[in-house]
T-cell receptor
């Protein structure tokens, strides 16, 4: 079984400032890692994912994340935020094993990012 | 365009009633999922289906039921046994590592 911890439930940031949203996970097996963004009353949109290879992953809207296996972390960063980045952000993991039925996602509780003009 | 359609967007239910939320996909994905979202709790898995005519309970299946008679459709019924059904419900499908997960735009259910 896996679990995901997003320690910051709310993060206020001034426009054009950098931001880091933290995500730590726990799992007895290797995992795939994801960040999703959700705008009010909408579904989830994939920002980026780590499947294998380089531990620094670049996504859409200028976001990037770094997989740190030793610290079991997958923090999301953006060097300069915009008003349009105001949303809720979810970190998620899925089982890396290829067995049938292991693809379901386990989500963190989310971080609400608010950009202050 | 391929995607997932959830309907209705808003749904009101009286206590003691069963309601069914629709989820349809045209992505040709085998796996489909239902998640429940509550403020501060993230998304929790209700049911999932890996293939037609088969489905499995997730972490919070009590008070819910599903069917998977067609590959494209995975409806969720919220029964009167669900004591606190007011929430935002999200449907998703999975198309493998390349396609990944696709989410619908959600149904907000309110008990009145």
């Amino acid at each position: 079984a896996q679990s995901v911890t997003q320690l910051d439930s709310q993060v206020p940031v001034f426009e054009e400032a950098p931001v880091e949203l933290r995500c730590n996970y726990s799992s007895s097996v290797s995992v795939y890692l994801f960040w999703y963004v959700q705008y009010p009353n909408q579904g989830l949109q994939l920002l980026l994912k780590y499947l294998s290879g380089s531990t620094l992953v670049k996504g859409i809207n200028g976001f990037e994340a770094e997989f740190n296996k030793s610290q079991t972390s997958f923090h999301l960063r953006k060097p300069s935020v915009h008003i349009s980045d105001t949303a809720e952000y979810f970190c998620a993991v899925s089982d890396r094993r290829s067995n049938f039925g292991n693809e379901k996602l386990t989500f963190g509780t989310g971080t609400r990012l608010t950009i202050i003009p | 365009d391929g995607g997932i359609t959830q309907s209705p967007k808003y749904l009101f239910r009286k206590e003691g009633q069963n309601v069914t939320l629709s989820c349809e996909q045209n992505l040709n994905h085998d796996a489909m999922y239902w998640y429940r979202q509550d403020p501060g709790q993230g998304l929790r898995l209700i049911y999932y289906s890996q293939i037609v005519n088969d489905f499995q309970k997730g972490d919070i299946a009590e008070g819910y039921s599903v069917s998977r008679e067609k590959k494209e459709s995975f409806p969720l019924t919220v029964t009167s046994a669900q004591k606190n059904p007011t929430a935002f419900y999200l449907c998703a499908s999975y198309g493998g590592l390349n396609d990944g997960y696709t989410f619908g735009s959600g149904t907000r259910l309110t008990v009145v």
